[in-house]
């Protein structure tokens, strides 16, 4: 039996970068992945790759900053597998730009998409599985939510927001058999961190003790442990692949 065959899946943003690489991970150790993603072509794709590698995959791309695009989602995954066991909040944008001049929609959108986005998943999935005592659920977070970035005042902002959430969510429903965690990278190299400057990569590069920014398949691994069951024992952790951005 493969390591992860008992898991019904969703993971949200997962049309490109980590996402995407969380999505293939998943499948690869036999979970049945619903591939979540506003751009439909981008989950196309992804749930193309998984299933042309022997993997199961369906496709929603509602918005998932509202409760019908959410919806979606788990409609895909319950009416095809059954209740979704496992949960990867993972969809997020990024936007550079100074505090001085950051306006409302800039803040709103940030927040929606990630922490909104995150709350509105948990509060999706929790019912069932807490009806059957058992379900993983793991919060894509950032280090920036941890040390912050210049540039990036919202952007920190929500994913400290999802490290909030996922600590208090996991004192609440550890004891019944539901795991909530998170995962905070550092920069990796996807379409998200290379539309920033290439000023900031380089110097945070320059910054990172490893010397250089992690790939998807990193983070995608720290999730796909997180799923199973050597990882029984975690609750309201934020593990880091980060290049060593943050040391805890």
């Excluded at 490893?210 to 999730?223: C, K, S």
């Amino acid at each position: 039996m493969s390591a992860l065959s008992m898991h019904n899946a969703i993971v949200t943003g997962a049309g490109a970068g980590i996402g995407r690489a969380i999505a293939q991970r998943l499948a690869a150790e036999g979970a049945r992945v619903v591939v979540n993603d506003l751009a439909r072509h981008a989950a196309d794709e992804t749930a193309s790759l998984i299933r042309s590698a022997g993997g199961a995959a369906m496709v929603s791309n509602g918005d998932i900053s509202t409760p019908e695009g959410i919806e979606d989602a788990f409609r895909q995954c319950e009416e095809n597998w059954g209740y979704c066991s496992l949960l990867v909040n993972n969809a997020g944008i990024v936007q550079q730009t100074r505090f001085s001049e950051m306006d409302l929609d800039d803040w709103d959108r940030m927040i929606a998409v990630h922490l909104r986005g995150c709350f509105l998943g948990c509060r999706r999935a929790i019912g069932s599985m807490l009806e059957r005592g058992s379900g993983v659920i793991v919060n894509i977070a950032s280090q920036l939510g941890q040390i912050g970035g210049v540039e990036l005042v919202h952007y920190s902002a929500a994913k400290a927001g999802i490290i909030g959430l996922t600590k208090a969510l996991a004192r609440e429903v550890s004891a019944r058999g539901v795991r909530v965690n998170a995962v905070a990278p550092g920069p990796v190299n996807t379409e998200l961190v290379m539309a920033l400057s290439q000023e900031w990569r380089e110097a945070k590069a320059a910054d990172l003790p490893l010397g250089r920014f992690g790939e998807p398949q990193d983070v995608a691994a720290t999730v796909a442990f997180l799923a199973s069951k050597d990882a029984r024992t975690y609750v309201g952790q934020t593990l880091g692949p980060n290049s060593g951005d943050v040391m805890l």
